[in-house]
């Protein structure tokens, strides 16, 4: 072994960089070494896989060898045809021949990798199912952690107070551990409020550290840009959160109070005379709050006078009064709608004053303003020289005087009735004769007149459907008995149309005798005409079209397949003349021609 060792070490400090190495002398040293005893044989040591298992070297370059004697390195075939068919088959031996690993293993063993795994690489078989994951931006979706909290701002170069206590409110997010600030907004406080600190990860020190849900709690200080809030109070929901976390929560503290609002409620005695009202009391209790009449401005008087709808607001916060004109379209009236700004009305006005014509009036100079007491519904009052009838008010208004002026009825009453003012009723001049009834009408209406409107859904269930009819003209002259008509009845817009038949050696033209009108009947007045139906076109009937007298004679067979489905807006003895001159071609089973089809067959 000691010889074999330094022939085996000897090839590995003869190597160089260009050359590769020779590992046939080595083997040669290890033959002569050996005797060469059981080197050619298949079952010798030396002609398994050269592996540093084998021969006990460290697996280092140059100490491993390939057994030179192997010549086969093809893998095994894993298929095979049977039939026609190419089957799977399991090897039998690895590759270049090698024994399988699982040949050499017994079945105990193969069973115990087959079905036992390792606790300490997969863990315990009862954990082995994996749950569910849910993100937290599900799981948390629109969970907000909220607290009460307030902070002290100071007050500067004031001898009446040093802070202020301002509450707010914290809202934590449990999606992304953001954070917002907000405070509540307060009425007329005069203090910028609302979202103090957008919604974002609050730094909580220089370390680069964000607060999260588990450093919150009650009774504490909470340290955000240099202003320090104390947290007092927490709702419902933040709470069983907490406790459901195990975060033990601190006993909650009630909100401080602030000693400005304190002394607003509370105000000390001052040395200053106090005045008669508090205007500041004023202002917090009646702002926005508006008396709101309404009226009627009698301007009768004047040239060209009328009665005008107004509205008279008054203001409680400062005793103002505004005067607006209520603007009625086609009025004739630009659209100023203030009639009188809105200003401070004096009633008394101090004797030997200045003359209120030069100067405006000063509030030394009136001894009284108006109130809400001075307007009465049902009332003629007087506003800067002109007069107002109060008829009704809204009901705010009527709200305010039966807590403030129970005595004061508030009661509406009936507007005047404007018998000047009434607008005559437009008069139709009479027919022209131009166009027809309807088209002639819009002209009137309208400086731009409009189509006259259509039925559309009986143009829509008519539409194609005629009734034909064949007359003879009615007249003295001996030259007009050989003439013969052809009168359609369109049943989608009731209109009449005239065709004469050509008659040869006639001398007259035939073709279009009258265009598609409607025909009036005769006896009927301009203004409320009377067209003709189907209804009057009974065989033998006279239809009287504008001077010209026509005798109907025959009609096609849709003209009584119609008749027959419209019995009930039909009377009977036009349909008897039916039946009795087309009653031969119904006995026959004639076909009756839809929409006037067999005109051509009708007797001339």
């Not at 109070?233 to 406790?243: G, L, R």
């Not at 030069?358 to 009136?366: D, G, K, R």
């Not at 139906?533 to 397949?561: C, K, N, Q, W």
Request: hydrophobic share 30%; with cysteine; net charge negative.
């Amino acid at each position: 072994m000691d010889t074999i060792n330094l022939a085996l070490a000897e090839p590995s400090c003869s190597f160089t960089r260009q050359q590769k190495p020779q590992l046939k002398p080595p083997i040669a040293k290890i033959r002569a070494s050996c005797g060469g005893e059981g080197m050619d044989k298949p079952n010798s040591r030396l002609a398994m896989p050269w592996n540093w298992n084998s021969h006990g070297l460290p697996f280092l370059p140059g100490y491993t060898f390939r057994d030179v004697t192997k010549s086969a390195f093809h893998r095994p075939q894993t298929l095979e045809y049977k039939s026609g068919y190419a089957l799977p088959r399991r090897p039998t031996v690895g590759i270049g021949q090698e024994p399988l690993i699982s040949e050499q293993l017994t079945q105990q063993e193969i069973s115990d990798l087959s079905f036992e795994t390792s606790d300490i690489t997969y863990g315990s078989h009862e954990h082995s199912l994996a749950e569910d994951f849910i993100p937290a931006h599900v799981a948390l979706d629109k969970k907000v952690l909220r607290f009460y909290a307030y902070f002290k701002e100071s007050i500067l170069y004031s001898p009446e107070e040093q802070y202020r206590v301002r509450p707010v409110v914290i809202y934590y997010f449990l999606e992304d551990d953001s954070m917002c600030i907000i405070e509540p907004m307060v009425e007329n406080s005069g203090i910028p409020q609302g979202k103090r600190i957008k919604r974002q990860r609050l730094p909580k020190n220089e370390r680069g550290e964000h607060y999260q849900w588990k450093d919150l709690n009650l009774s504490m200080d909470l340290d955000v840009y240099g202003v320090k809030y104390r947290i007092t109070q927490c709702d419902s929901f933040t709470k069983e959160f907490m406790e459901s976390e195990g975060i033990l929560l601190s006993d909650p503290e009630s909100m401080p109070v602030d000693p400005y609002s304190k002394r607003r409620k509370n105000p000390q005695p001052s040395y200053t005379t106090p005045s008669e009202f508090d205007r500041m009391h004023q202002f917090l209790t009646l702002d926005r709050k508006v008396l709101h009449f309404f009226a009627l401005w009698d301007d009768a008087d004047s040239l060209y006078g009328e009665t005008r709808p107004v509205t008279i607001q008054y203001f409680l916060v400062d005793d103002t009064v505004e005067i607006r004109e209520v603007h009625e379209p086609n009025s004739g009236r630009d659209p100023f709608p203030v009639l009188m700004r809105r200003q401070k009305l004096p009633k008394k006005i101090k004797p030997g004053s200045f003359p209120s014509c030069v100067l405006e009036v000063s509030a030394e100079e009136v001894d009284e303003y108006y109130s809400p007491k001075d307007f009465q519904v049902g009332q003629t009052m007087t506003l800067l020289g002109r007069r107002f009838l109060l008829y009704d008010c809204d009901r705010f208004t009527k709200e305010y005087y039966q807590q403030n002026h129970p005595n004061m009825e508030m009661k509406p009453i009936e507007l005047p009735k404007k018998s000047d003012m009434t607008q005559e009723k437009k008069e139709v001049p009479p027919y022209n004769g131009f166009g027809s009834l309807e088209d002639s009408l819009q002209n009137c209406l309208s400086l731009i007149p409009k189509p006259p409107k259509k039925n559309v859904l009986k143009m829509l269930e008519n539409d194609h459907n005629v009734l034909r009819y064949s007359a003879r003209l009615d007249s003295q002259n001996p030259e007009d008995e050989v003439r013969r008509f052809i009168l359609s009845y369109f049943l989608s817009n009731d209109v009449i149309s005239i065709f004469e038949k050509p008659t040869r050696n006639s001398g007259i033209i035939g073709g279009k005798f009258l265009e598609k009108t409607r025909i009036p009947k005769p006896g009927s007045t301009v203004e409320n005409p009377v067209f003709y139906s189907p209804a009057d076109f009974a065989i033998g009937a006279t239809v009287e079209v504008f001077g010209h007298r026509f005798v109907l004679t025959d009609a096609d067979h849709y003209v009584l397949t119609y008749m027959e489905s419209n019995t009930s807006q039909i009377p009977s003895q036009t349909l008897d003349s039916l039946h009795q001159k087309l009653g031969v071609g119904m006995a026959n089973n004639q076909p009756a021609g839809q929409n006037g089809e067999d005109v051509a067959e009708l007797s001339s």
